[in-house]
């Protein structure tokens, strides 16, 4: 992460739980215009289960990056987007579920945050750059 106010620059973020294996984690892969904050990307959360349900891909997520405007530069990352669900047999069909995520990083790109997807709330995060 940059400090610039003009351009463009990439934020990848790796946010869960330390210390608690098997728990989801979230992979994170941003692109913000630093003049207005818009961020656009993709995500993927993966989980140590057994296939198919180890990996759940995030195409498109939308959000903000701003500045708290006070102490050591801080900024809060919160974004949101949709992702295709199938059902398993016996039953047929497929539905959007929703996710966001909201994060609050140090100039270094690490930090704290939660995500949720689905029916699933992961909180108390540790966010480490993996940019």
């Known amino acids: 992460m940059t400090d610039s106010t003009v351009g ?3 934020i990848k973020a790796l946010v869960g739980r330390q210390n608690m294996p098997g728990s989801p ?3 994170l892969t941003l692109g913000v215009d630093a003049s207005s904050g818009q961020a656009n990307g993709s995500a993927e959360i993966t989980q140590a289960l ?3 349900y180890g990996s759940t891909h995030i195409p498109h997520v939308t959000g903000t990056v701003r500045h708290l405007g006070f102490g050591p ?3 809060v990352v919160a974004v949101k ?3 295709v669900v199938s059902v398993p047999p016996p039953a047929i ?3 959007l579920a929703n996710f966001s995520a909201t994060l609050v990083l140090k100039a270094d ?3 704290e945050g939660s995500f949720s997807y689905g029916d699933t709330t992961i909180t108390d995060c540790t ?3 993996e940019g």
Do not use: A, F, I, M
């Open 8 to 10: 463009y620059y990439l």
């Open 25 to 27: 984690e979230l992979h």
């Open 50 to 52: 057994p296939p198919p």
């Open 73 to 75: 530069d801080l900024r």
């Open 81 to 83: 987007g949709q992702y």
């Open 93 to 95: 069909g497929s539905y």
């Open 109 to 111: 790109g690490s930090g």
């Open 127 to 129: 966010v480490t750059n």
